[in-house]
């Protein structure tokens, strides 16, 4: 590829919308959103969207994907809202140590329990985090390009 070619991708990723949300699983009622544009990291996003569910809501557990893997954010959770955080801890390569920090290393040993009991009521609760992606189809679907 061509470096004209490689800035006019660039500035096309940088304009993609991102929609980050904060969805109750059993109505799927979106609490919190955020919008915002390009390829960037979702660790940004999950301080203000589980604040601002947090506000709203009676909010007991978050449930995010590995992009939100932090050991701030379990601690932001658990430790300062009393929300029980449940967040993959499988940032960067799966063959890397063990992951720093309480809960994350706990996080790590809860989905490897899972994974080698292969039990489906363990990872149940995690399993709800897809219940985003319905509401993530549920507005492509209603709104189309808007």
Known sequence: MNRAADRRRGRTLRRLPKLSLAVACACHLILAARATTGMGSDHPHFAPLLSAAWARAEVAVVVADAGFDAEAHHELARDRMG???????????????????????????????????????????????????????????????A
């Open 83 to 145: 929300v029980a955080s449940i967040i993959p801890a499988t940032i960067g390569r799966p063959t890397a140590k063990a992951p720093a920090g309480p809960h994350r290393a706990a996080m790590r040993e809860r989905f490897a329990a899972a994974a080698a009991d292969d039990a489906d009521d363990g990872d149940a609760t995690y399993g709800q985090r897809w219940q985003v992606e319905t509401v993530n189809s549920m507005l492509k679907r209603n709104l189309g390009s």
